[in-house]
């Protein structure tokens, strides 16, 4: 038995026609599962018994069980759910004037190991599959009654990590038969699988990208993200150069501020200095702080004035405005409370 939901449009017409079946009924069924939004085969009333029988043998409707809704004052939510296996993840609702986002994991647990990120205290159990990625955009939206306009895959895991069940999940999510949730409307935030980059790159998507780059050198990227010891910040460079040859898409690079550590002047420097020439455009995060982890956030000062060095020196960047804060908002935070019996 399949769940449903982890089959592209492709996948269902092939199988369509392996079981003697029209390729229109694809446009049928997707119809029946991402616009009426149906949650049972019975229900698709254009099928006939013969089809419905034989979909019912062969799949069936995943679920996500809400155990936990954590709203904060900015009218951010996090919701925490649980896998059919029981095993627990988290999305988060943010609030703009443009929508809703809808930040979502993409694996239980990370193999990634950043040490400023609660994810990673908990390995990686297994990889989310496509269809366990698009039910929480499907029960979020049906438990606050609201369309979702914007996805982002920066929750827990990494998502190239889990690269082919993430392409099914774009490809539904963007389809104008699945979600219809524009490519420009959607992002892919990795910790920088130089390798994946460019194997990304080759898919020529207008999916947005944006790369955990969070050091200007790789002694300070080694000391916090142990992933930069296979890739390190040359072999990012040169995906992002692949990446600009191929699809001609300005890349998102995220920089989270930790004190003392990555925040001073001279460093916006030298990423200013590394990035020089290159299409991007670099968001400043505030870090986060986590319990786990000894890092604290810089000062509003230096953000500032880091901002300011990287503008001076011709970055296009911005600070990010922080949302959730006082409901631990940060990746992984509330699954790890949860586990730990908070
Ligand atoms: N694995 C992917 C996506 C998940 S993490 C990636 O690394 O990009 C999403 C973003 O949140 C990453 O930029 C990550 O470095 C950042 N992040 C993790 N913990 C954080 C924290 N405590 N405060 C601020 N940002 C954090």
Known sequence: MTNIYDYTHKMLTEYLLSIGEKKYRANQIFEWLYKKRVKNFEEMTNLSDNLINKLKEDFYFSKLELILKQESIDKTVKCLYK?????LIEAVVMSHNYG????????????????????????????????????????TEENFGKRISHIVVMGI????????????????????????????????????????????????????????????NNEIRNEIMPINKKYPIEAIIEAIKYYMTKTNRRITIEYIMIKDLNDKVIHAKELAELLKGLNVYVNLIPYNEVLEAPYKRSSKENMSLFLKTLKENGINSTLRKEQGHDIDAACGQLRSQKMKGK
């Open 83 to 87: 896998l059919e296996d029981g095993n």
């Open 157 to 216: 895991g990494e998502p190239f990590d889990n690269y082919e069940n993430l392409m099914r999940f774009l490809d539904n999510a963007n389809n104008h038969k699945g979600l219809e949730i524009g490519a420009r409307h959607i992002t892919v935030s990795t910790c920088g699988l130089a390798n994946k980059i460019k194997e990304y790159a080759d898919e020529k998507l207008q999916i947005n990208l944006a790369i955990s780059l969070h050091a200007s």
């Open 100 to 139: 809703y986002s809808i930040c979502i994991t993409s694996q239980v647990g990370c193999n990634m190991g950043c040490r400023f990120c609660a994810s990673g205290l908990l390995k990686k159990q297994r990889n989310l599959t496509a269809g366990e990625m698009l039910s929480q955009v499907i029960t």
